[in-house]
C-alpha cells in the first residue's frame, strides 16, 4: 500500500453520535493519527445505542469509530480542560459538533486557539449555523430530514412522509466537512495558514436535495423576466419527477429497479420486454411524453414483466446494456460489492476482539483507503495519552 495521503497528521475529535465521528474516520482512513475525546464515564452517546451491542458497546458506535484512540476528559473540570486546550495545541485538525458557543464555556475558545496556533483547521458541525435564530438550535439527522424537505419528497404519493432508511443528512454532512477540511489543508500548504471549516446539517441537507431544490427555485432568467411559479417538489415513491422510466416496476416475485433515461434506452427496454411497439406509440415516443403519460406506461411494463423473475429480467437487461437491478437486501448487497470485486469489508483486531468493518469506499492508487485500527474501548488509551499531553 503506498503513504497515506494524511501521514503524520493528528486530529482531535472532539465530536460524538455521527456527522463528527464520521469525519474523524474518514481522516484515520486516509492515515491521520486521530484522538477521540469522549465525556468521562459515559463516552460517545452512541456506545449505548443498542442492540446490536459489540465489545464497545454497540455496532453503531463501531460504524463510525475505527482508527482512532479513546480519552476520557471532564471538559468542567480545569485540569482536564487544560489537557484538550493541549491536544488543540498539537493538532492539525480539530472536529467538534457542540451547539455554537459551547467550547468556548469549556475552556476551549475558538477564536483564541486559532490565533495562538494559525495553522490549526477547525470544522465545527452544527445544526442550523451560528447565525442568530439558529445558533441555538439543537439538529438531529431525524428532524432535520424533516425539517429540510426531503422527508417531503420520500414516500408514496398517497402516504406519509418517510424518513431514509438510514441518518442520510449525518452521512452528507460528514462527507461535506471532509471536503472542506481537506480543502483547508491544501490552502495552508501553499499559505501556511488554517481557518474555520464550517458545516451545518440543514445546508448539507438541502444541498443534497439538487435537482428538487432547483425546482423550487427556477432556472436562470433575463433580468427583465419574471420568474415563473414553480411547483413544490411532492413525494412520488421510487419514481423520478423528470425522468421514466426511472423507478420500481413489479416482476413475477417482486420489485425491479429499471432505469431508462433516453429514447434509445427505452427502444432497447421495450424490446428486451417482447413489447417493441411500446418504443413507437406517440404517448410514449420520448421520455417527455413517457413522464406526462407515467401512470400508463407502468401498467404495461409490469405486465411484461410479470412473465419472469427479477433476477432473470435483471440478467436479460443487463446484457442488452440496460441499467437494472433487484432489490436487494443489505447482506444482499454486501454479496453483489464481493460479486464485482470491490472487495467491500476489511478485518479488524485489537483490544475489542477480532471483527469485520466496511472498506472505505475511497480508493487510492488502488488501495481502499482503511484503517486497520478497530474501534477503541471507552478511555482505552488514556494513560498514554495523558502521560503524552502533560510532557513538554
Keep these: 500500500m503506498t503513504e497515506a495521503p494524511l501521514a503524520g497528521m493528528l486530529v482531535a475529535d472532539l465530536s460524538r453520535v455521527l456527522a463528527g465521528p464520521l469525519v474523524g474516520q474518514t481522516l484515520a482512513d486516509l492515515g491521520a493519527r486521530v484522538v477521540k475525546v469522549e465525556r468521562t464515564g459515559a463516552g460517545d452517546d452512541t456506545r449505548a445505542w443498542a442492540p446490536p451491542r459489540s465489545a464497545t458497546g454497540s455496532t453503531y458506535f463501531d460504524s463510525a469509530n475505527r482508527g482512532k484512540e479513546s480519552m476520557q476528559l471532564d471538559l468542567a473540570d480545569p485540569a482536564d480542560q487544560a489537557l484538550a486546550a493541549e ?15 459551547t467550547t468556548a464555556r469549556l475552556g476551549l475558545d475558538r477564536d483564541a486557539l486559532l490565533a495562538a496556533h494559525p495553522r490549526l483547521v477547525w470544522c465545527s458541525i452544527s445544526g442550523y449555523g451560528t447565525a442568530p435564530g439558529g445558533a441555538e438550535r439543537p439538529g438531529y439527522d431525524f428532524v432535520m430530514q424533516a425539517m429540510s424537505g426531503l422527508m417531503h419528497i420520500t414516500g408514496e404519493a398517497d402516504g406519509p412522509p418517510t424518513k431514509a432508511g438510514v441518518a442520510l443528512v449525518d452521512v452528507l454532512t460528514a462527507k461535506d466537512a471532509v471536503a472542506g477540511i481537506l480543502a483547508a489543508l491544501l490552502r495552508r500548504e501553499r499559505t ?16 443534497a436535495l439538487v435537482n428538487q431544490l432547483q425546482a423550487v427555485l427556477g432556472a436562470p432568467t433575463h433580468e427583465s423576466t419574471p420568474t415563473a411559479p414553480v411547483a413544490e417538489p411532492m413525494r412520488a415513491g421510487s419514481g423520478h419527477p423528470s425522468i421514466a422510466p426511472y423507478q420500481l416496476l413489479e416482476a413475477a416475485d417482486g420489485p425491479l429497479a429499471v432505469a431508462a433515461v433516453n429514447d434509445a434506452q427505452f427502444a432497447r427496454l421495450s424490446a428486451v420486454l417482447g413489447v417493441p411497439d411500446l418504443a413507437t406509440e406517440a404517448r410514449f415516443a420520448t421520455n417527455t411524453e413517457r413522464v406526462a403519460h407515467r401512470a400508463e406506461l ?36 454486501l454479496a453483489l460489492a464481493r460479486e464485482v470485486g470491490l472487495d467491500p469489508t476489511r478485518e479488524l483486531h485489537g483490544a475489542a476482539g477480532r471483527g469485520t468493518t466496511l472498506a472505505s469506499p475511497i480508493r487510492i492508487d488502488g488501495d481502499a483507503r482503511t484503517s486497520p485500527i478497530p474501534p477503541p474501548l471507552l478511555g482505552q488509551h488514556d494513560a498514554e495519552l495523558r502521560a503524552w499531553l502533560s510532557s513538554n
Excluded: H, I
Design 192 to 207: 501556511g495558514v488554517g481557518g474555520v471549516v464550517e458545516v451545518a446539517l440543514l445546508s448539507s441537507a438541502q444541498a
Design 87 to 101: 491536544l488543540v495545541a498539537r493538532a492539525d485538525v480539530v472536529v467538534e459538533n457542540f451547539k455554537p458557543g
Design 298 to 333: 407502468v401498467p404495461l411494463l409490469e405486465r411484461a414483466l410479470a412473465a419472469a423473475p427479477g433476477a432473470e429480467w435483471e440478467q436479460r437487461m443487463l446484457a442488452a446494456g440496460l441499467v437494472a437491478g433487484r432489490v436487494r437486501t443489505v447482506s444482499e448487497g
